[in-house]
């Protein structure tokens, strides 16, 4: 059965830095990270694929996180630059045979399922 464990957060500055790891047990075609603040609804972040390597990154983080991914180790990163406060939010990653199906099921509330995810907290 596929498992997914996020780890890598924590409690930064403003400005500061983190990677998160979306470990899985055996490969995955596409990974998708999601977050949700506290009383906030989850939103989407990012999504990386398998067959391309194509990303994709919501507008709040584009030029500031990055998805990557390490085939050998089955583990996807969302390395995360110039943190802000409203970054601040327990982080998920899902899986999905394609980004758009993955997409699509958010969009639908389809994705039913979640980890315990791993909490990042951006404050001075």
């Known amino acids: 059965q596929l498992q997914l464990v996020e780890s890598g957060g924590g409690l930064v500055h403003p400005g500061g830095s983190l990677r998160l790891s979306c470990a899985a047990s055996?490969?995955?075609?596409?990974i998708g990270w999601f977050r949700q603040a506290p009383g906030k609804e989850r939103e989407g972040v990012s999504c990386?694929?398998?067959?391309?390597?194509?990303?994709y990154s919501a507008d709040s983080v584009k030029g500031r996180f990055t998805v990557s991914r390490d085939n050998a180790k089955n583990t996807v990163y969302l390395q995360m630059n110039s943190l802000k406060p409203e970054d601040t939010a327990v982080y998920y990653c899902v899986a999905a045979d394609t980004c758009i199906n993955l997409s699509f099921s958010y969009r639908m509330g389809y994705l039913e399922v979640w980890g315990q995810g791993t909490l990042v907290t951006v404050s001075s």
């Open positions: 055996g490969f995955t075609l596409a």
């Open positions: 990386i694929s398998s067959s391309d390597g194509s990303t």
